[in-house]
């Protein structure tokens, strides 16, 4: 079975200090997707980044970097100099094959991120 | 402009009254899904349509049934709604049902059952 987990449930930093979100992963298959997604206070779920399991190349996005490394399962997440508007809940999903149709979405638990100034 | 949209945003009803949620996608999506929020904030997948035919259905309970009008429509109806009903239920859909492509939610519908 899937299974995602994010073992900060709650991290506080100050603005312009960067911080990383922890995932850790388990599937016994080869081929899947790794997710993050964004849970600002609004409430909406906002997609960050799609990676597969076959590209281990970290990525980054503005102040945005995520590192991969399937050796450890692990999606890890940083968000360098943050700012106020990064508080939110961040999401790591897993998406698995199921049968080859449909996509199901497995999320870890969430981690809140507080940004004060 | 809204690619998912759900509608209400927030329900209050009682105990054993029944209820329906719309979802609709403007992004030319085949796939829908209902998902659970708790109040942990823990996320489930309840349902998945695919060209209006059910391909996922999550140990839920059979007061829940989903129905889909269209490809663009995804509604979920709640029979005799108990009090562990409460959370917010998000609406999403995705380009294909396979597990490449990311899913884009809707806003929530925020369902309190007194």
């Known amino acids: 079975a899937q299974k995602v987990t994010q073992a900060q449930t709650e991290i506080s930093v100050v603005e312009k200090e960067d911080v990383t979100l922890d995932c850790v992963y388990e599937?016994?298959?080869?081929?899947?997707?790794l997710f993050w997604y964004k849970q600002p206070p609004s409430g909406e779920l906002v997609f960050l980044i799609r990676r597969n399991s076959f590209d281990e190349q970290n990525e980054i996005s503005g102040r945005y970097s995520w590192n991969f490394q399937k050796s450890t399962s692990s999606f890890n997440f940083t968000i360098t100099a943050s700012q106020v508007v990064d508080s939110a809940v961040y999401f790591c999903a897993l998406s698995d094959t199921h049968t080859g149709t449909a996509s199901k979405l497995t999320f870890g638990t969430g981690t809140r991120l507080q940004v004060t100034l | 402009d809204t690619a998912v949209s759900q509608t209400p945003k927030y329900l209050v009803t009682q105990m054993g009254n029944d209820k329906s949620i719309k979802c609709e996608q403007n992004?030319?999506?085949?796939?829908m899904y209902w998902y659970k929020q708790d109040s942990k904030k823990f996320l489930k997948i309840m349902f998945s349509y695919n060209n209006k035919e059910l391909i996922i259905n999550e140990t839920v309970p059979n007061r829940f049934s989903p129905k889909s009008p269209d490809k663009a429509h995804l509604n979920l109806h709640i029979n005799s709604l108990e009090l562990g009903d409460s959370a917010v239920y998000f609406c999403?859909?995705?380009?294909?049902?396979?597990?490449?492509?990311?899913?884009?939610f809707g806003p929530g519908t925020r369902l309190t059952v007194t």
């Open positions: 599937t016994r298959d080869t081929t899947y997707y």
């Open positions: 999403a859909s995705s380009h294909e049902p396979t597990f490449t492509y990311e899913q884009y």
């Open positions: 992004l030319g999506h085949d796939t």
